[in-house]
């Protein structure tokens, strides 16, 4: 079964950085884009950033760039996100994506 | 930025009633536009992609339609089960973008 599972949210400090880390399984990693969503307390969906397959070409939304970093380790199956000068707006539950897999999200609180 | 604009924002329905979703783009997106639904506490689910294609495992009653700019996604006989917010999101140009979202209440 085709399966994503995120880690690393927590609590962080307004300027703090945190690393999550979603681990496929179930399907060829590096056969497939993948990406952040992330979606704040009472809101709807925000795309946050995509990755090839490859890992070579990467895409964020302006509300991130320059602060955060996708990235992938096909070895291990396992999908990056580096964020950087966290603040409130940052809160939310990020979810792990593909277009037809998602994980159950892991929760950043910015505070 | 291509803008996605769904209505209505909330939807009150009784099962085996007929629902329409609307989605409607800023900008041509040809057919790459895709709905998700969302249940309460959940993560997303894919519906439709491509305008009109039924993801794995969707029931028949789910479907999509249009292209361009405008889009429907149709959901022939409500059942209960259905209560969720359902998201449009464009896949034709970055950034991607989804749509605000409609709720779906079940009288």
């Known amino acids: 079964e085709e399966h994503l599972l995120e880690s690393g949210g927590g609590l962080v400090q307004p300027g703090g950085s945190l690393r999550l880390s979603c681990a496929a399984s179930?399907?060829?990693?590096?056969?497939?884009?993948m990406n952040w969503v992330r979606q704040a307390p009472g809101k709807g969906l925000e795309w946050v950033s995509s990755i090839s397959g490859s890992g070579d070409s990467t895409y964020y939304a302006d509300s991130v760039k320059g602060r955060f970093i996708i990235s992938r380790d096909i070895s291990k199956n396992t999908l990056f996100l580096e964020m950087s000068s966290l603040t409130a707006d940052d809160t939310a539950v990020y979810y792990c994506a593909r277009k037809d897999v998602w994980g159950k999200g892991t929760t950043v609180t910015v505070s | 930025e291509i803008v996605l604009t769904q209505s209505p924002a909330i939807l009150s329905l009784s099962p085996g009633e007929r629902v329409t979703l609307s989605c409607r783009a800023s900008?041509?997106?040809?057919?790459?536009l895709a709905w998700y639904q969302q249940k309460p506490g959940q993560a997303p689910r894919l519906l439709i992609y491509d305008a009109s294609r039924r993801a794995t495992g969707v029931p028949a009653r789910f479907s999509g339609s249009g292209s361009d700019t405008d889009f429907t996604l149709t959901i022939s006989s409500l059942e209960p089960e259905d209560l969720a917010v359902y998201y449009c999101?464009?896949?034709?140009?970055?950034?991607?973008?989804f749509g605000g979202g409609t709720k779906v209440e079940i009288k």
């Open positions: 999101q464009q896949r034709s140009d970055w950034p991607l973008t």
């Open positions: 179930g399907f060829t990693f590096s056969n497939y884009a």
């Open positions: 900008q041509s997106v040809s057919s790459h």
